[in-house]
Structure formats: structure tokens, C-alpha cells
């Protein structure tokens, strides 16, 4: 770990759960993919779907909002941290 990550953890250390988070959220659309491949076939509307590809295309579809979302919560933590000139004492 580097300086810039122990300060960032110092200062957000919620980011460790949201990386955790995102891991574990693209390992489940992994699987799930792997295990109903027709979830990444566009063309494929599953007009006679059995209900587990049912639940499985929502439940990559929410993990896949979901991780956006953690994208959009560490660039926020970024900007946070970021010091910016006009915040910086004058002395």
C-alpha cells in the first residue's frame, strides 16, 4: 500500500467495503452469466423464460446499477479528498 492509498483509507475507509462490494458484485454477474449465457444475447426477448433466467436477468441488471453506483460514490470520495488551491491557507 502506498502513501496516497493509506491516505485515502485514513480519511474514507468505507472505500475497503466498496471495493469489496464491487468484487463481489462482478464475480455474481460472472457467474450467473456463465451459468444462463443467453442473458448476453440482445437479440433474445425470453418469451418463455423459466423463472430463474427471469431472476437472473434482474439480478445482473441490479448488480450491474449497483456497481455503477460505487463508481459514482468513490469518484465523489475523490473529488472530496482532492485539496484544491483556493482551500489551501494563504500563510
Known amino acids: 500500500m ?45 418469451p418463455a423464460a423459466p423463472p430463474t433466467l427471469l431472476r437472473a436477468r434482474r439480478l445482473v441488471r441490479s448488480a450491474r446499477r449497483l456497481r455503477d453506483d460505487l463508481d459514482r460514490y468513490r469518484l465523489a470520495v475523490d473529488d472530496a479528498l482532492r485539496v484544491r488551491p483556493s482551500d489551501v491557507p494563504p500563510f
Open 2 to 46: 502506498n502513501a496516497e492509498q493509506r491516505r485515502l483509507l485514513c480519511h474514507a475507509p468505507e472505500l475497503v467495503v466498496v471495493d469489496l462490494a464491487d468484487a463481489a458484485l462482478g464475480a455474481l454477474v460472472l457467474a450467473i452469466t456463465l451459468e444462463h449465457p443467453s442473458l448476453e444475447r440482445v437479440d433474445d426477448p425470453w
